[in-house]
């Protein structure tokens, strides 16, 4: 048996998790620079705010309603994910995180379905009063049905916050009262192929063939397919590391004219994506620097900087990949007044750091800069996040995201540590 634990309206119960005064109240959280909704409470839903609605344009509808506004805060959000994460490790002995706010279990052999349904039960209060943050969890034979069952447990508050698909009569209702465009597996490409063919909820998928299911939905189709039928064959396993690691930022307003500003923001994409490697222990021998002018504007001149740097020697140091991006842009940046929307750094054609091939004319020494990337890793570590940082980084806050609405980072910087004072 597979569980599927899934954090409700994840951004918003992160922000009520330290403003209790808006449980029951309407939340929404913005995307980078405020642009728009991309997290809504329960309380938001009903009074129509959609996913991806432009902040401005509803703006005046979320001040009539009193809807709490927040910005994007990363930070919080990814330290309560782990903490989250933490607490569901110790329910099972393998755990996949599948996302920032979703996780499998793996409660094979762990007892029969009455002692599992107690145990679930419990594991989703203790998660909830532990963190503050509420989940759902879904539990059946496949991965599939599992992640179908938590959003039933999500919708019907009967279910205690843990929905079980455990036999084939609950497997043939909750197929057959389910759409098939929320299957996961199906891509919104199919949805209108499937109606045109009279498919409509995931119990009319299940009733086609195999061979059929082939044709029209290729074999990730089959194996959703066989999935919904109890038939586990879903693996959801990281790759061995990642192919690419991409750090970009919109800018906000009109946009970055100076090349100190772009440059100062390049150079902090580059560190970010160093980081990043060496976390994932892996090292990178290609990096792109772009940065471009906005493509909806025709009443500014436009520009756009793209360009690819092979490395001689495959690396994850901060200081030789900063150099390189920094190096790249100042070399195609161009005068003439461009005002650039967004800039990024990408480090890609990745290989694991111990397996590097060398370059007889290397100059540099990979010993003592493998050694002092270790010790500013540690102490940034100690002493938090860019404690020891590039000159060329800076500390200029024009190309950071607009951010108006933003939370405090309540579980990661000691500044913004709750008090609580006696009267």
């Known amino acids: 048996m597979f569980g599927l634990a899934d954090c409700n309206n994840f951004y918003c119960s992160c922000e009520r998790v330290f403003h209790p005064d808006l449980r029951n109240k309407p939340v929404v959280v913005l ?14 839903k009903a009074l129509g705010i959609k996913m991806g609605d432009v902040f401005y344009q509803v703006k005046d509808v979320l001040e009539k309603n009193g809807v709490a506004v927040f910005s994007s805060n990363y930070n919080l959000y990814g330290d309560m994910s782990r903490r989250v994460m933490s607490l569901l490790s110790t329910y099972t002995p393998k755990l996949d995180i599948y996302s920032i706010d979703e996780a499998f279990l793996d409660l094979t052999g762990m007892g029969d379905m009455e002692f599992l349904s107690s145990y679930c039960k419990q594991m989703v209060r203790d998660i909830t009063k ?14 599939t049905l599992a992640k179908m069952a938590s959003k039933y447990a999500k919708k019907h508050k009967g279910y205690e916050g843990a929905c079980f698909i455990d036999t084939e009569e609950k497997r043939e209702k909750a197929l057959k009262l389910f759409p098939v465009e929320d299957v996961w597996g199906i ?17 009319d998928l299940t009733q086609r063939s195999e061979s059929w299911i082939r044709k029209e939905l290729t074999i990730t189709g089959v194996r959703t397919w066989k999935e919904l039928r109890g038939e586990s064959c879903v693996s959801i396993d990281e790759p061995p590391h990642k192919k690419s690691i991409c750090t970009s930022r919109s800018f906000s307003g009109s946009g970055l004219n100076k090349l100190a500003d772009v440059e100062e923001a390049v150079a902090n994409f580059a560190a970010t994506c160093s980081r990043k490697l060496r976390e994932g222990h892996i090292v990178c021998c290609s990096v792109t620097v772009f940065a471009h002018t906005s493509r909806f504007r025709i009443d500014v001149p436009q520009n756009y900087i ?3 740097i092979n490395l001689v020697v495959p690396t994850n140091d901060m200081q030789e990949l900063v150099a390189v991006a920094v190096k790249t842009l100042r070399e195609d940046w161009k005068e003439g007044g461009f005002l650039y929307k967004k800039a990024g750094v990408i480090v890609w054609n990745t290989c694991e750091d111990k397996a590097i091939q060398g370059n007889l004319f290397d100059e540099v020494n990979r010993g003592k800069q493998a050694a002092l990337a270790k010790a500013i890793d540690a102490i940034n570590h100690k002493n938090g996040h860019n404690t020891i940082r590039m000159a060329v980084q800076g500390y200029s806050r024009n190309w950071h995201l607009k951010n108006e609405y933003i939370s405090k980072q309540y579980t990661t910087n000691l500044k913004d540590i709750i008090v609580v004072k006696a009267k």
């Open 306 to 308: 793209y360009r690819t």
């Open 130 to 143: 532990g963190t503050g943050i509420p989940i759902s969890l879904g539990v059946a034979p496949t991965k």
């Open 187 to 203: 891509g919104y490409r199919h949805v209108k192929k499937l109606a045109y063919h009279g498919i409509h909820t995931a119990w």
């Open 31 to 44: 995307s980078n620079n405020d642009g728009c909704v991309i997290a809504r409470s329960e309380e938001s």
